[in-house]
């Protein structure tokens, strides 16, 4: 007869160390996804903004300023605004870039970006 005593708990040791691991795992995936989801949005939220701001009777800022400030409030910083104020009544895009820095276990900082454009037709917003 051998003896056996003490290799559950090393095979127990070990299983939880896999599950520990992959615990881990799935938050630093978790935590990306969402840092994601609140990049794009941001990106999204600052780009409609920046892009009624182009028509300076539409808003009372420039469109930098509004892009960064609304990507701000949606806990995001502004990287990109290509965003040129017009006064034409030609439909124009804007595109924005907003990142979100997510501290990640094991990885440490990580900064994820979120991408976004909008179109505004001013003749649109006149009712014409």
């Known amino acids: 007869m051998t003896n056996d005593k003490g290799s559950m708990a090393v095979a127990l040791s070990g299983i939880t160390a896999v599950v520990a691991v992959l615990g881990v795992a799935i938050a630093a995936i978790g935590m990306l996804y969402g840092a994601r989801a ?31 400030e609304v990507a701000q409030l949606n806990g995001a910083i502004l990287i990109v605004c290509r965003c040129v104020r017009d006064t034409s009544l030609a439909a124009r895009t804007v595109e924005v870039v907003a990142a979100v820095e997510v501290d990640v276990p094991i990885f440490g900082p990580v900064t994820v970006r979120g991408v976004s454009r909008a179109e505004f037709e001013p003749i649109l917003w006149l009712g014409r």
């Open 38 to 68: 609140q990049a794009t949005n941001a990106a999204d939220a600052a780009a409609l903004a920046s892009a009624v701001a182009t028509y300076p009777p539409a808003a009372g800022t420039d469109p930098m300023t509004a892009a960064r």
